[in-house]
């Protein structure tokens, strides 16, 4: 993929708790820098499935592990002063969100509306792979919901989220956040975002 | 696991390149904190082997994940400014260096031993789990090599290291390197040493 050479690549997953740390922080961080956000959804449920005895860290890791996880979430959220409240079904289902969403960053209200698909998944535990819950969500942000879910369910939006993932899986995605800077350089993991950008601004010149 | 409140518990594994990336870093983050070190070798094999289906993130990764993760690995070490040759067969056999890491940790010649033992893995592309290789540190360090191996591969001392394992599973332990507060609190990767020491230094006073 072919980006300007200010521009970072956010490739980000509703399902994802590191995401969210990363959704909240990103704008800050990127505007400081100096560099553009692209903002990429797409869904790592049909990675993982391609990949035989790879479980999904989020669902099937070991319960040490898993607890470990949370734990992490939890004290990153202390430490970046955002609210948490694990979600009680997880993880949640993404598909809807992550179709608006590429509807979003077409039409410039990309962050915004990701911001808050996570904030009502991680720190009002909502279920937001329910269609009341993004159209709430919509409302909330001054867009009629119905319009925007009837353009992002036909037939052709929903392709281009299955064509989000194959571009991510050719981009070597594995997992998210990750972060692809203009020169095609992959970032993975919440932990990598201020690397990321500092490439970014490296490669920019 | 109890230490004293102005310690953390570093669990290393001389198979892992994360775990080179702490180790060179770990002193002087620690003294500056006013944080003492306790240096517990283990192994991770033991701990992978025993979760049906959960491959080993080093051996059993899938290619663009084991690509990323090595490329991962030569960014942290330019930003640490540290020398990299990836091992020409990885991961290497941690088994006897760990074995000698106990001693060194009893005798206080583990940061000094260890740091050797991770650069001549993972900065010479030597074979860590080779007796010759191990005994040739010694050497440099100024230990009479045949004595130490002697008492490192005691039935009493291997026995040793595998009790470590058990207490790592028990303590929650499932990756490298892992550090503990001595209020148990646990902290998972090269990513979180700041982290666990600013915990340790908080909890200390």
């Known amino acids: ?17 590191y995401c969210y740390l990363t959704a909240m922080r990103i704008e800050r961080l990127a505007a400081a820098a100096g560099i553009r956000i692209a903002w990429q959804p797409f869904l790592l449920g049909p990675i993982f499935q391609r ?28 430490d970046y002063g955002l609210p948490l409240t694990w979600p009680s079904r997880y993880p949640r289902i993404s ?24 904030h009502a998944s991680f720190a009002e535990d909502r279920d937001i792979g329910a269609e009341p ?34 571009q991510a899986v050719a981009a070597g995605i594995f997992g998210a956040p990750s972060f692809i800077a203009a020169d095609g350089e992959l970032f993975w993991g919440n932990d990598r975002l201020e690397q990321a950008l500092a490439w970014a601004t490296a ?3």
């Not at 925007?148 to 194959?166: D, F, G, H, M, S």
């Open 95 to 118: 598909l809807l969100g992550s179709r608006v969403a590429l509807l979003a960053a077409d039409e410039g209200w990309a962050p915004a509306f990701v911001k808050a698909v996570y």
């Open 133 to 166: 819950v993004i159209a709430a969500i919509l409302s909330a942000l001054g867009h009629a919901p119905e319009p925007v879910i009837a353009r992002a369910t036909t037939p052709a939006n929903k392709a281009r989220l299955a064509a989000q993932v194959e």
């Open 1 to 17: 993929m072919e980006h300007a050479r200010d521009t970072l690549a956010f490739w980000f997953e509703f399902a994802s708790p």
């Open 51 to 78: 990949r035989p005895n790879q479980p999904s860290p989020a669902q099937d890791a070991p319960p040490p592990e898993a607890r470990y996880r949370q734990r992490d979430v939890e004290r990153l959220c202390l």
């Open 203 to 205: 490669k920019r010149g």
